[in-house]
């Protein structure tokens, strides 16, 4: 594929939590390997991050700078290079109908629980936030630790797709 960072891009509903935690994740934990960013498949109303994500993430020492919540058309428009990679984390978004992509990008589901609009019975939103974010850390370390330079296309979308299965 490439030797300049990995162009990873994370896709969900609204793009209020799960999308902007997994895009906080790689670019903090790749080191500059990656570069992640996130959207939502439909119209976003927030103005500015949820408030339950923002203190998630900052708990658990990610840096929150420059999230903001975005449609994938406002993401289109302003990013001038393809994604070499793009996970939907909600079913919404898996089974939106995407642009043929420049670059012809890997892409897999991991499906994610939306702690937006999770029912918390008992539990506390930042525990449901948490749990989200444990999640995706799991899935993106597994994937971070993929040997890319040694993996053909085939390979590497295999290798994506078991993601799901083994790191949710």
Known sequence: MTEQPWRVLFL???TTARSLMAEAIMNQSGAGRFIARSA???????KSL???TQEVLESARFSIE????????????EEEDHFDFIFTLS???RNEPFPDWPGHPISAHWSCE???????ENLG???????VLAGLERRIGAFMQLPFASLDRASLQHHVDQINETHS
Request: proline letters at 5%.
């Open 12 to 14: 969900s509903r609204r």
């Open 40 to 46: 939502g498949v439909e119209a976003v109303t927030a």
């Open 50 to 52: 949820d408030p339950v």
């Open 66 to 77: 420059g999230l903001r919540s975005k449609t994938l058309k406002a993401l289109l428009a």
């Open 91 to 93: 079913d919404t978004a």
């Open 114 to 120: 939306d702690p937006v609009t999770a029912e918390y």
């Open 125 to 131: 939103a930042n525990v449901v936030y948490g749990r």
